[in-house]
């Protein structure tokens, strides 16, 4: 924990950012037991607000209507005031550093050129940079996941490698873009075969189908990409069993030469 530096974030689905706050309840701690810990300040790197929410039916529910599209910034300080009175023991008690001082947030916003919005979540762009220090240049884009933006793919330059992230998304010409010659693409993928084979329908398999990248498209995507090795990851559906692992690396190699790698929980996929 304590090499924690900067934090990136794709998209605002819960999925992705529930156990974000958690980086900030650490640096308010202390060390742990190992003398590990989240001792210096950290960065939030992560999507501005949408602006607004897509159409919906007369009568759809608005969860907090002061404030229904928060971007990571607004995210962030909710989080904040939730955990206050934590914070304000721990401070009082332990000694703590106050966690105002340990975490700044950056907004990530389109080029406002492109012409994005909430009704049009990704439009054909080019890739912009969104941040760089002595070690690495990040660059992003934005991909289509459903109605969520911004939703952004993630790309990480060193002097030696490069990694893309392909975040939640379906098919993407923004994306292959992005990841044009990396030496490694971790993509999401979905099976959507189990769901026919459930009898799925409805408004959920629609989701689904404009969310996600289907496993029998994703070989050619990294194969038009040109990148050296294929990581899967969000891995749908997520039912243990439901497909094997060898299932999952078949698929995905149909037309693409590199190597394909299916992520597991705490995998380490070195650079070389």
Known sequence: MADLDTIFVTHLHADHVADLYNFVNLAAFGVNDADDGVTKPFRVYGPASA???????????????????PGIVEFMDSMQAANAYSHNLFIRDSGVPDPRTMVSVHQMA??????????????????????QDDLVTVSATLVPHGPVYPSYALRFDTPTHSVVFSGDTAYSENLIELAHGADVLVHEVIDLSFYAEIGLT????????????????????????????????????????????????????????GNVVVGTDLACLGLV
């Open 51 to 69: 602006g607004n929410l897509p159409p919906a039916p007369a009568g759809t529910p608005v969860v907090n209507p002061q404030n229904p599209v």
């Open 202 to 257: 409805g408004a959920l398999l629609d989701h689904l189908r404009e969310s996600h990248t289907d496993v029998s498209e994703i070989g050619g995507l990294a194969q038009r990409a040109q990148v050296s090795t294929l990581a899967l990851t969000h891995l749908v559906p997520g039912k243990p069993g439901a497909r094997t692992i060898d299932q999952w690396r078949s698929k995905a190699a149909v037309g693409f030469t």
């Open 110 to 131: 389109p080029p406002p050129a492109i012409g994005s919005s909430s009704l049009d979540t990704a439009p054909r762009m080019r890739p912009f940079q969104v941040y």
